[in-house]
């Protein structure tokens, strides 16, 4: 919801993570060929990475430190743990170098 409000006055987050989401879904249903593989993943860590920075700018570049009261509770801290670790397991399946260690399943 904050992504979309923003998006009106051009917040560095909101178009990072809309950014971020697209590239994420052009490399999932545009670059499923075998051709664009490599390409696919590096896209892929981009947006995570994207993603990421949208995050950091949305809850560390507040004037205001409106939003740091997040941390103290424990639903969103508990949820950025978990995002954190889907995260993580979104990048290690994405890694050029795992190819090599395990094939990838189609």
């Given at each position: 919801?904050?992504?979309?409000?923003?998006?009106?006055?051009?917040?560095?987050?909101?178009?990072?993570?809309?950014?971020?989401?697209?590239?994420?879904?052009?490399?999932?249903?545009?670059?499923?060929?075998?051709?664009?593989?490599?390409?696919?993943?590096?896209?892929?860590?981009?947006?995570?990475?994207?993603?990421?920075?949208?995050?950091?700018?949305?809850?560390?570049?507040?004037?205001?430190?409106?939003?740091?009261?997040?941390?103290?509770?424990?639903?969103?801290?508990?949820?950025?743990?978990?995002?954190?670790?889907l995260?993580?397991?979104?990048?290690?399946?994405?890694?050029?170098?795992?190819?090599?260690?395990?094939?990838?399943?189609n």
């Amino acid at each position: 919801m904050y992504v979309l409000m923003a998006l009106y006055y051009g917040g560095i987050h909101s178009l990072l993570a809309i950014a971020g989401t697209l590239i994420i879904f052009i490399s999932h249903h545009r670059l499923k060929n075998k051709k664009y593989d490599l390409l696919g993943r590096v896209l892929n860590i981009i947006a995570l990475f994207m993603l990421f920075f949208s995050v950091y700018y949305f809850f560390w570049n507040d004037p205001k430190n409106y939003n740091r009261g997040t941390f103290e509770q424990t639903i969103p801290v508990l949820s950025f743990i978990l995002t954190g670790f889907l995260a993580l397991c979104f990048l290690l399946d994405n890694l050029p170098l795992k190819k090599f260690m395990m094939p990838r399943a189609n």
